[in-house]
């Protein structure tokens, strides 16, 4: 089993910046791919960014250039810094793990940008 705590979501005007943090119940170096996804009201769970253990990014197109996802094995931490944020990034972040086959979610943290 894999427990995954997210952190850092909040409230941030339009242009400003948030880092997400997910900590994970296990060593992240066990866990060949994580990522962030996030939800936004009436709409359906879509990819923000992905990281694998050789630290292979990919990225939603919306979100590249100014969200930046890394992994800090030491820490069992995978992290989403979020630049340059805007109202249509309001949505709530998840943190997802696959491991041994199975996917694992955390309970999400709000991120909210006001114009």
């Known amino acids: 089993q894999v427990q995954l705590v997210e952190s850092g979501g909040g409230l941030v005007q339009a242009g400003g910046s948030l880092r997400l943090s997910c900590a994970a119940s296990?060593?992240?170096?066990?866990?060949?791919?994580m990522g962030w996804y996030r939800q936004a009201p009436g709409k359906q769970r879509e990819m923000v960014a992905t990281?694998?253990?050789?630290?292979?990014?990919n990225y939603a197109d919306p979100v590249k250039g100014p969200f930046t996802i890394s992994r800090d094995n030491a820490k069992n931490t995978v992290y989403l810094q979020m630049n340059s944020l805007k109202p249509e990034d309001t949505a709530v972040y998840y943190c997802?793990?696959?491991?041994?086959?199975?996917?694992?979610w955390g309970q999400g943290t709000q991120v909210t940008v006001s114009s």
């Open positions: 296990v060593n992240i170096a066990s866990i060949y791919f």
């Open positions: 990281i694998t253990t050789s630290g292979i990014t």
């Open positions: 997802g793990a696959l491991w041994i086959g199975r996917n694992y």
